[in-house]
């Protein structure tokens, strides 16, 4: 681990709304950084909540696994109170203009791109089916994955909803994730932590059962 640098955890409440539906979730704010600065992965539902968690610390950016509500709703207020830029893949545009249609992100999470906070490398890897823009961040240093919803404990994130394509979300798993080294620890988007090791055997079960 890089000197000084660690990963920060806490769980916002709201709701998630998509396709006329709404329902209640629980969300996983990650917070990767040092005594000095730290960048947040999914300003979830309470900026109140995660500008606290921060502390005195300097906001690097705000990265955005996929724009589905739950996950950006309190971006922009979050951005305001700190200055930090929001960032997210392009393809998440059209759902991130459901939410913000006034506020648009700051920069793009194109694959491939590093991000460094705390002396820390986060690498985006695009991983499109939950939701067409979203990523991963994966920070070999920390031994950890950032998954959003891409994949959780126990498998693939949800694609029954618009925008989602679950050939698309099995490739990207299998392509991009299944492939990293095993003890790499997934921090996911709700729920609990999982490793790489522990879902790799599963693959062929989720695609037997189609979800
Ligand atoms: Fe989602």
Known sequence: MTAGARIGHLVTSGTFSLDGGVWDVDNNVWIIGDDTEALVVDAAHDAEAVAEALGGRTLRAIVCTHAHDDHIGAAPALA????????????????????HPGRLPDGELVDGRTLTVAGVELTVLHTPGHAPGAVCLYAPALTALFSGD??????????????????????????RLLTLPGDTVVHTGHGGTTTIAAERPHLQEWIDRGF
């Open 80 to 99: 305001a109170r700190t200055g930090a830029p929001i960032l997210l893949h392009p393809d998440d545009l059209p759902l991130w203009k459901l939410t």
């Open 150 to 175: 891409t994949l959780f404990a126990g498998g693939p994130g949800a694609t029954g909803r618009s925008y989602s394509h679950f050939p698309t979300i099995v490739g990207s798993i299998r392509d």
